[in-house]
């Protein structure tokens, strides 16, 4: 079974920057694709970004909203993924959610079958 654990949440002001952190409890994360999303209230749950696995060529993705502000990486030694999050917005605001499914990115969130537990984003002044 796989556990996803995401920290680094927090309040920052708009134009400011956070790390968000997903570690796993399995023994290796390289033949999955890793992926976070974010809800803010009352709306649906969006993809974000996401990184395939390491043997089908760590391809990345990210959503028109975040482009050229957030980064994803993937350290597959610390069963880590990263989400960089730049330039952040008051509608950034939201729980982000890191997941995760065998090989290949999808958009959707009901093809991931692994969900940490979320954590909160505020961008506000």
């Known amino acids: 079974q796989l556990h996803l654990v995401e920290s680094g949440g927090g309040l920052v002001q708009p134009g400011g920057s956070l790390r968000l952190s997903c570690s796993a409890s399995v023994f290796t994360l390289d033949h999955y694709a890793l992926g976070w999303f974010r809800q803010a209230p009352g709306k649906e749950r969006e993809g974000v970004s996401c990184?395939?696995?390491?043997?089908?060529?760590?391809?990345?993705n990210y959503f028109d909203s975040v482009k050229g502000r957030f980064t994803i990486s993937r350290d597959n030694a610390k069963n880590t993924v990263y989400l960089q999050m730049n330039a952040l917005k008051p509608e950034d605001t939201a729980v982000y959610y890191c997941a995760a499914r065998l090989l290949r990115c999808s958009t959707l969130v009901k093809e991931y079958g692994y969900w940490g537990q979320g954590t909160q984003v505020t961008v506000s002044s």
């Open positions: 990184i395939s696995a390491t043997n089908t060529g760590g391809t990345i």
